[in-house]
């Protein structure tokens, strides 16, 4: 007996974002292979909070601004995945710890199967996060995770996708 592929079926692969170029590249990869094998995508971004020690007010109008650039910076992302797959994303914005808060958003949605993330040479920051992560695997992360190489042409995402 055949299951029919609808959005409360149907698996999805979660890209986690932020506003770099390898964002983008994850972003494309996903898409391409997304459109390829039929599969619906939500678009992550993390906001970290800020460490700076903050009158209220100015703690919440920080909060806000962040707030807005991450939506800016999810709309963005979700027309150029429409554009590619024909469908439109779903869109999350979470606030925390990175590497806690993608644990978190794959724990919740049983439906995610991959998690896609861009790795750039030489950063940091990106590769605790993918380090945090990949010590999870097999504990409480039971999912793939794909890392995009940032320097992936158009033709080699195709091909590989």
Not at 5 to 20: E, F, G, I, R
Not at 57 to 85: C, F, H, K, N, P
Not at 142 to 157: A, K, R
Request: charged share 20%; glycine share 6%; with cysteine.
């Amino acid at each position: 007996m055949a299951i029919e592929n609808t959005p409360h079926t149907q698996s999805k692969y979660l890209v986690c974002v932020d506003a770099s170029d390898v964002s983008r590249k994850a972003l494309r990869f996903a898409c391409i292979k997304a459109r390829k094998r039929g599969i619906l995508l939500d678009i992550l971004h993390v906001i970290t909070p800020s460490d700076i020690q903050a009158l209220q007010g100015v703690a919440d109008v920080m909060r806000q601004e962040a707030r807005e650039a991450a939506e800016s910076l999810l709309q963005s992302m979700a027309d150029e995945a429409s554009t590619i797959t024909g469908i439109v994303p779903t869109l999350l914005i979470r606030e925390g710890n990175p590497g806690e808060q993608i644990l978190a958003q794959t724990l919740e949605d049983y439906y995610t199967n991959m998690v896609v993330l861009g790795v750039s040479p030489g950063s940091n920051s990106g590769m605790r996060v993918i380090n945090w992560l990949t010590s999870q695997s097999g504990k409480k992360l039971s999912i793939p995770m794909m890392l995009v190489p940032g320097n992936l042409t158009d033709e080699q995402m195709e091909e590989l996708a």
